[in-house]
């Protein structure tokens, strides 16, 4: 994807507390800041130290006069977990390119009894969207020496079908990340991108 300085490029990372979506969110808007790209971005915690919903919306162009992303416009998502990826799935449409974590993590409201957890999601995402692909970013993570590193394992999926040179990253991660992480966030970042075949999305 190609993005001029007058586009607007918006962009939803969606998870639970604790999965690092405000750095990951953090990353990718240094990433467009560095790039001379106006910037706009918000995050939402539902109860997020306790594993409640997290979304961050982030829209990036020549001149962003809002972070919000409005309904059906996200032209990328990436999804740290799949019951997240459905939850938000109003925000997508049909050219929406979503990466999705392959990781199901129960909320408390389906532990206590009050909801059951969808057994369909897969099919739910893939009957709505023509661009996704499910990636085993935990596996990938442990690979880079952190399943905490998950986060950027998907951003570097992701990084396929971003109009940012991957030099830009590498400085984004080097800018938001402490300096004893960033050599695995870095590598975590290129074993996801790798992890990601262009003509499956």
Known sequence: ????????????????????????STIISEAAVLMGFDVKNNEVHGMAQRGGSVISQIRF?????????SHGSAHFMIALEKLEALRYLYLCNKETKLIV???EIVPVTVTSGAFDYPIDIDTQLTSHLQHIQFIDAQRIAREAGSIRTANVVLIGSMSNY???EDQIFEKAITNSVKKHYRDMNID???RGKQAVALSRL
């Open 101 to 103: 974590n392959d990781v």
């Open 188 to 190: 975590a970042f290129y």
């Open 162 to 164: 971003l109009p940012f």
């Open 61 to 69: 162009g020549g001149e962003v006069y809002s972070p919000l992303v």
């Open 1 to 24: 994807m190609e993005n001029e300085m007058g586009a607007i490029t918006n962009f939803v990372l969606v998870g639970v507390g604790g999965q690092g979506i405000i750095l990951a």
